[in-house]
């Protein structure tokens, strides 16, 4: 049935452009943060650009739809808006991912730009579906009783069918879908490409091949079970946007020594770091655009302990033996399960016990699922962090350093301070102490201060519009740059100005109705505090938005024992200054 047996691993400097694909395919590629091809890519692209009908035996997560995806999309014509590929998966959600990645994969293909892709499952109205193949599409991917009915009605042909991949052959066994298959590959041409990709190969499957592919070349990837024992792996469901708050949480109240972020593209790396730098950790990025100086320097770094968290791509790490990497946090999900595995391999090492955790849009539950399949363990899930959790692991550390600094330090000098201060300002020690506690802790509370629901944020008054300014505490901004840089940018009489709402990274700002396209044109090309701003209207959209800060300031506030203008039932901190 087959000719070949493809065992030779693959070399870990194959690129995808070695494979043969398109500048189109390439760019899109480095865009979505694809750096290497896995062992199922390498062997299986080069043959199916070459023509030739494959069986592909590997397991769910190993990177099987763009080993079949980016061949099919190279090799189709643009310029024809009619059915050329076809793609069978067994469930719905199967289909509706396999799809989404032609459409990205897509990108550049083509005069418009995209390649038509739809995708056809019970459950959606037929008739919805029957308007896009009218209109023309080059790729169905879909599930084989809605390809059965679209055959039997007339509209869907497959004359011009000139690929044909059938995903995930052993579930489509299992659900009693193998007929349909059959049926499904008897309508199409006899001068045709078909891939077939299955975790096992059964007699069944084996006859199915037999039937319909010619003289396939058979692609095989070792199927292992890689576990790590030693490594506590946990998963968190979070949405895009929630991310980087949800990382900090996780920070501020896990016990870790050294942390390890990964992210898919290189400029997910660096935009990473840069936000964590931004709240006050030690952060470095780690990606294959830096040189092998530049990596062994971070690492270094690392390694003494110079560095607290890096954040790095899958090719940027590989390889990587840091005994004090403690938490392993998949910030971007991985391409496959393989990943997954070198991923959290890097933490939980000699013995060591580790931390892994694994970020988990709606979208990418399938993945997850995949994943446990593959390591035959399960990952268990975890609540985001409060804001109670978080001062309570402030405190609990502090309280720490305080006991370490009682046993180990000599205080008599202190102690001296402390009592004449408390003698001359008729005050108890505990104040006192209280107060160096304060002053120890600068500028970083003990309380996490809490952030405003949108509903909580005041409206602005009528005739009011409230900007977002990217500019806040962490620039040294003050309400004085803020009246400072809109009445002498912008041209706002300094009386007009609102009320001004400064956060940690953000700040929010009110001018009249009647200034504020003039504010956002010029504010454009103004600076604060020596940095450039960002002006947009504010629209509170949800946790995470840009709209709704990281951390809230004090904000602005009136003299002492001027008007509360606070807005009923809003939190005293991070009150604005309405004037």
């Not at 035996?57 to 189709?76: E, H, S, V």
């Not at 039997?152 to 489509?172: C, F, P, Q, S, Y």
């Amino acid at each position: 049935m087959a000719d070949t047996t493809e065992q030779a691993a693959t070399k870990a400097e194959t690129s995808f452009a070695d494979l043969g694909l398109s500048e189109p395919l390439l760019k899109v590629l480095a865009e979505v943060g694809y750096e290497a091809p896995t062992p199922i890519q390498a062997k299986t692209i080069p043959a199916l650009l070459e023509g030739r009908d494959l069986i592909g035996q590997a397991q769910t997560g190993t990177g099987k739809t763009a080993a079949f995806a980016l061949p099919m999309l190279q090799r189709l014509d643009p310029k024809l808006a009619e059915v050329q590929a076809l793609v069978l998966a067994p469930t719905r959600e199967l289909a509706i991912q396999v799809a989404e990645a032609f459409h990205v994969y897509s990108r550049y293909i083509g005069d418009r730009g995209r390649i038509g892709v739809l995708p056809v499952y019970g459950g959606q109205p037929i008739d919805r579906q029957q308007q896009r193949l009218q209109r023309g599409v080059h790729v169905v991917v879909g599930t084989p009783g809605r390809i059965m009915d679209h055959l039997r009605r007339g509209t869907l042909r497959l004359d011009k069918i000139r690929h044909v991949a059938i995903d995930e052959a052993d579930e489509m066994l299992k659900m009693g879908f193998l007929e349909d298959v059959e049926w499904i590959l008897a309508q199409a041409p006899e001068e045709r490409q078909i891939a077939l990709f299955s975790a096992t190969l059964p007699p069944e499957i084996r006859r199915v091949a037999s039937r319909h592919l010619r003289n396939p070349v058979m692609i095989e990837i070792e199927r292992r079970t890689l576990t790590v024992p030693e490594t506590e792996q946990r998963y968190l469901n979070v949405h895009g946007p929630q991310k980087l708050e949800a990382l900090t949480r996780i920070l501020e109240t896990e016990s870790a020594t050294a942390v390890l972020v990964f992210t898919r593209m290189k400029t997910g790396a660096a935009e990473l770091a840069d936000h964590l730098n931004g709240r006050g950790y030690s952060a470095e990025a780690l990606h294959g655009d830096m040189n092998q100086a530049q990596r062994e320097t971070v690492l270094r770094r690392l390694r003494s302990g110079q560095v607290e968290i890096v954040v790095a791509t899958d090719v940027a790490a590989r390889g990587l033996d840091v005994e004090r990497i403690s938490h392993v946090v998949n910030y971007d999900m991985p391409h496959d399960v393989e990943s997954y595995v070198h991923r959290i391999g890097r933490t939980g090492r000699a013995g060591r016990t580790g931390v892994a955790i694994l970020f988990v849009a709606p979208r990418e539950r399938r993945m997850l699922q995949d994943i446990e399949r593959f390591t035959k363990q399960r990952i268990e899930p975890m609540r985001m962090p409060t804001q109670a959790d978080v001062a309570a692991r402030r405190m609990a550390m502090f309280k720490e350093s305080l006991r370490k600094t009682l046993k180990e330090e000599d205080l008599e000098l202190y102690l001296t301070l402390v009592e004449e201060l408390a003698e001359e300002e008729g005050l108890d020690m505990a104040e006192v102490a209280a107060a160096a506690a304060r002053l120890a802790r600068g500028d970083k509370p003990l309380e996490m201060e809490i952030e405003p629901e949108p509903q909580q944020v005041a409206a602005p008054q009528g005739g009011m519009v409230r900007l977002f300014l990217s500019a806040g505490r962490r620039n040294g901004v003050r309400p004085a740059d803020i009246v400072g840089a809109v009445a002498n940018e912008a041209g706002v009489p300094g009386k007009s100005i609102g009320a001004i709402d400064i956060y940690d990274n953000f700040t929010f700002v009110e001018v009249p109705e009647e200034y504020r396209d003039q504010v956002l044109d010029r504010m454009s090309r103004a600076t604060i505090r020596g940095r450039p701003v960002e002006a947009r209207i504010a629209r509170p959209e949800g946790p995470g938005s840009p709209e709704r800060p990281d951390r809230p300031s004090q904000g602005f506030r009136p003299p002492r024992g001027g008007p509360d203008r606070r807005p009923p039932g809003a939190p005293r901190r991070g009150d604005g200054w309405r004037r």
